[in-house]
């Protein structure tokens, strides 16, 4: 116990040396602590936004059918195979058709992607309630996105043309009864939505759908002869390899900040040794060995980060809590390629925290190390008259 106890004196007898590495290295514990809950709430954020509104439990996608090829959508088709229609009954499932059509927004032609879906469904959070037909008109939902480069407002009428399952084109007029807003923009851009059962009558497609998505926590997934299942791993990779992309780039700071704090305890240690050869002379003359010194020269760095742990969390944990009830407003217009609302909120974890402690603590202790191997070369007698061997 008489190096721990060393340590500690001859740390605070350090002064302002000390207390200037603290709180370099507290802010880094709280910068790179904040990076990570910034970047762990968006992808958090962005995924629970795409499971309610999109994938919900997973989605079974018809053999031909590829979301990021329209060109394969004409074939994409087919009858609801009887397991998945089973679970459609029990409303555990929603099919969803897709196919490709154009519409002419202000005299404009613009090729769109259009989706029928059951208006009573309630596996997925989109507000198909209001595609309830009454009438003659078509009814038809549409994003805000959608809206805004379409000119569309509430009420308007749009003439939409397809091409149905025989190859013959025909073309109608929608009302657009609804325009929802959300943060998924694969919902939204470039989409019009209508009942499903319509959409199978104006595309000659009777009980047939491009994709069927099931119920948040299904647990029987049948395997089905001519449909794929996609569960919610693969439909979320493109944000998690997002998200490690940005991670990644944030690191770079990380490594600065930890850079700077290193360099001062590094400095501070050849400084601290070179000024105390009498003292470890003595040292060593009252019976200590050179790895007991080497001990104490390194737990002095490395209480450190002991330190500025305890500074940043008098601090940190005040700031972090109030930026996780206030979250981080974006600025107006800003898009990072997938669902984010007007704010983000932060997300935190144990191992987050821990893993930052347990780094800085890991890396102090080595640099604290490096400068005491002269100290493996240094002879007592020469220490004693303030020499370095």
């Known amino acids: 116990m008489i190096i721990p106890r060393l340590a500690i004196k001859n740390l605070m007898g350090a002064g302002i040396r000390t207390w200037l590495n603290v709180v370099v290295l507290s802010l880094a514990f709280v910068i790179i602590i904040f990076f990570q809950s910034l970047y762990k709430g968006m992808g958090d954020q962005a995924k629970e936004a795409k499971i309610d509104i999109e994938f919900a439990g997973g989605q079974y996608w018809h053999e031909e059918y590829d979301p990021l090829d329209p060109l394969t ?56 309630k209001f595609l309830v037909q009454e009438g003659d008109d078509v009814p038809a939902l549409i994003g805000t996105r959608m809206a805004k480069n379409t000119g569309l407002n509430q009420g308007d009428m749009i003439t939409v043309r397809w091409r149905d399952a025989k190859g013959t084109f025909d073309a109608r007029d929608f009302r657009i009864v609804q325009i929802m807003r959300t943060t998924v923009e694969t919902v939204d851009q470039g989409q019009i939505w209508i009942p499903l059962e319509t959409m199978r009558e104006l595309m000659g497609m009777e009980n047939e759908a491009s994709l069927v998505v099931v119920a948040k926590n299904t647990v029987n997934i049948p395997a089905v002869q001519g449909w794929e299942f996609k569960n919610l791993e693969f439909l979320l990779a493109d944000i998690d390899n997002l998200i490690k992309a940005k991670s990644a780039g944030g690191s770079i700071m990380y490594v600065f900040l930890l850079l700077l704090a290193m360099l001062a305890i590094f400095n501070t240690q050849v400084l601290s040794i070179f000024r105390r050869r009498k ?111």
């Open 73 to 128: 959508l004409e074939d994409a088709h087919g009858f609801v195979p009887g397991p998945l229609q089973e679970k459609v009954d029990k409303g555990e499932a929603a099919p969803i058709l897709v196919s490709q059509a154009s519409i002419y927004p202000e005299g404009r032609l613009q090729t769109i992607i259009l989706k029928g879906i059951d208006p009573k469904q309630t596996i997925i959070d989109l507000p198909s």
């Open 279 to 389: 003292e470890m002379g003595t040292m060593m003359a009252l019976g200590f060995t050179r790895s007991k010194v080497i001990q104490l020269f390194t737990l002095e760095g490395a209480m450190h980060s002991v330190l500025a742990a305890i500074i940043a969390a008098v601090y940190g944990i005040p700031f972090l809590v109030w930026f996780d009830k206030t979250g981080f407003a974006l600025p107006q217009g800003t898009d990072f390629g997938f669902a984010l609302g007007e704010k983000i909120f932060p997300g935190y974890s144990i191992g987050m925290v821990v893993g930052t402690v347990v780094l800085v603590l890991m890396v102090t202790t080595v640099v604290s190390f490096l400068p005491t191997r002269r100290i493996a070369k240094l002879k007592p007698t020469d220490a004693l008259r303030g020499k370095m061997s």
